[in-house]
């Protein structure tokens, strides 16, 4: 490792220990050595979301004990052999979790016969930070491999980019996929960390943008955004009238399309309902039990229903500078390291409002 900054030995993390039980805060896990074509980042902030939970709940049989968060941010610190000559240490970065991708798997083959080159996120043995086979970001070091770095605008803090390496790279993906003009209209159902994001996000792409939820604190959330970015209409999904709602917004004719952030499997049947034949659905939750649609509505009107997983670095490169043109915001929580170890309970709690971000100083 090139000691182009002095690092520790060790380091404080939050640890997973034990599945289903909190994580522990340790103060003499060693520092990682980043290989070749890998940095190690200084983490000045990480975000907790639901694949976290999944990762505490043992859902990926990841291998204990372990550091969670596939959403950081932070500096750079060192150099790996044969990392590119346009990543220097001092730079401010977020990391995508997606990385070494095995050039062998049906993903891979598929990837390479169709585009020419690969791609992690379809890879079935890749690697994945905070999720499985690489330590994330909460912890004061963590190491990223090259080619799965975002640089960041000196106007965005840790704090703010932190959500977008999933969170905001799952969204933005899902609302591309739907292939939406201009002055289209898109309903965003399930307004948490994605939907707010989202919300934003289509504004800011020039869609005219529908705010569904179920409950008052997300739609509250959908209206607390720049004055730009707000939604054209914010819907309960409770109210005896929302399908009417719905219908005067796209003249009687029903949605271009939808993009479902929750797992509420009632609430994306109901999103396939408001679209107008041959609109689109994205589906960014993952249900137990799978998902459950209306047969007759979705062959009948001939729907499309998608899945979206993430987007690649060029587009989280995209992202970003639009987060930073147009200011768009998550709404955070914030909490330091050593505060940490209950994270996963307070979240099945709901304890905590909007985005959840641990901070390392």
């Excluded at 739907?178 to 965003?188: D, P």
């Excluded at 949605?255 to 499997?265: G, I």
Aim: charged share 20%.
């Amino acid at each position: 490792m090139s000691k182009q900054h002095p690092i520790p030995e060790t380091m404080k993390a939050l640890r997973l220990v034990k599945f289903n039980e909190n994580y522990q805060l340790r103060h003499d896990v060693p520092v990682p050595q980043p290989g070749p074509g890998e940095l190690l980042i200084r983490v000045a902030a990480a975000s907790f979301c639901h694949t976290d939970y999944q990762v505490y709940q043992g859902a990926y049989g990841t291998q204990l004990p372990f550091t969670g968060s596939h959403e950081p941010a932070g500096t750079i610190v060192s150099l790996g052999p044969e990392v590119p000559g346009d990543w220097q240490v001092g730079d401010r970065v977020g990391a995508l979790n997606f990385r070494k991708p095995c050039n062998d798997c049906s993903g891979c083959r598929w990837r390479i016969n169709t585009y020419g080159s690969l791609d992690a996120r379809y890879c079935e043995n890749k690697t994945m930070n905070g999720i499985l086979r690489s330590d994330g970001g909460f912890a004061e070091y963590m190491v990223a491999s090259h080619y799965a770095l975002v640089h960041l605008p000196d106007s965005l803090s840790f704090e703010q980019a932190a959500p977008l390496m999933c969170a905001g790279a799952t969204v933005w993906n899902a609302i591309k996929q739907t292939g939406l003009a201009k002055g289209q209209t898109i309903a965003l159902v399930g307004i948490g960390g994605l939907g707010v994001l989202g919300v934003q996000f289509a504004k800011a792409m020039g869609y005219r943008v529908a705010a569904v939820d179920n409950r008052d604190v997300g739609l509250k959330l959908a209206t607390e955004v720049p004055d730009h970015l707000r939604p054209d209409l914010t819907v309960s999904s409770n109210s005896s009238d929302a399908v009417q709602q719905i219908s005067n917004f796209t003249n009687g004719v029903g949605l271009n399309a939808a993009v479902v952030c929750t797992d509420d499997v009632t609430a994306s049947d109901w999103a396939l309902h408001r679209l107008q034949p041959r609109g689109t659905c994205v589906v960014l939750g993952l249900p137990e039990k799978g998902f459950t649609f209306d047969a007759f509505n979705l062959v009948f009107r001939e729907i499309i229903v998608k899945g979206s997983l993430h987007c690649g670095v060029d587009e989280v490169k995209k992202m970003v500078g639009a987060v930073a043109e147009h200011g768009i915001v998550s709404h955070l929580t914030l909490l330091p390291l050593e505060e940490g170890e209950d994270i996963p309970e307070k979240a099945a709690a709901h304890a905590f409002t909007g985005r959840l971000v641990v901070t390392i100083t």
